[in-house]
């Protein structure tokens, strides 16, 4: 049975109610794990505010501020884990940015400071909670987080964001590898695309949906809510033997080579 009972998981990359993040922690909170949920803090507060009414059914015993450019903000948010918990089950890692600029025309035209930011937020930021969770880790733990099969193959206008995707898929092996002998397993969710904040910011996001019902074995895209069962399922001891691993939650669509004919039936 999963049964998450017991576990302290902390969430990031709760925007709204369309986020990834948001399927994931009720489908964690269903399964019984105490949360801690982070937001992107900013000058006006509104996302504190939108996150905080959202997430406030779930009852989470932890609710702070992680711009994870901000180092300080991470050393006060491990710090007050672990003086609220004294130790972490559950790290999902569910955030991205990249500048709306860099996601759309030619990936040659990436700047700079676009490469460097996507990365540092995309795919870094990773890393540097993972180290932090590390000594919280106590018996096992389980990281997440999620990707886009733009890691690994070209989508157009995606540009950069498959780049810190690849590195993050990357960080995903590196990590299950370092912290495998500390029990703490580190997995990847390659979801489908699916309407949210940080999807429409790339080019064409409803041509990629529509790509995905025609052409997805499944002819549909997925949910927050499927891809919230497969974190839960990867933060349980019912995945105990999985590590280091991306899985695809996309309705089949990554292993078609090409799209249906038209008018065929599935
Ligand atoms: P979303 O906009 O709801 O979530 C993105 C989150 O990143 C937001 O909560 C935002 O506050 C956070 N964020 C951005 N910059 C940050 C920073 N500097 N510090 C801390 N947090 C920051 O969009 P989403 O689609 O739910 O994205 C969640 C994850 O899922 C991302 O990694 C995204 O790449 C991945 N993903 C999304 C899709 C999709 O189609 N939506 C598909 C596959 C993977």
Sequence with gaps: MLDLNGKK???TGIANNRSIAWGIA???HAAGAELGVTYLPD???R???KVEKLVAPLEPSLFLPCNVQDDEQIDALFAAIEEKWGKIDILIHCLAFAGKDELTGDFSNTSRQGYLQALDISSYS???LA???KPLFKDSGSIVTLTYLGGVRVIPNYNVMGIAKSALEMNVRYLAAELGEQ???VNGISAGPIRTLASSAVGGILDM???VENTAPLRRTVTQTEVGNTAAFLSSDLSSGITGQVIYVDAGYEVMGMSAPAGSEA
């Design 183 to 185: 029990n703490v397993r």
């Design 131 to 133: 180290a932090k969770a």
């Design 47 to 49: 996302y504190k505010d």
């Design 9 to 11: 998981a902390l969430v």
């Design 43 to 45: 000058d006006r507060g």
């Design 26 to 28: 009720q489908q964690l």
């Design 126 to 128: 990773l890393v540097q």
């Design 209 to 211: 949906i529509h790509n």
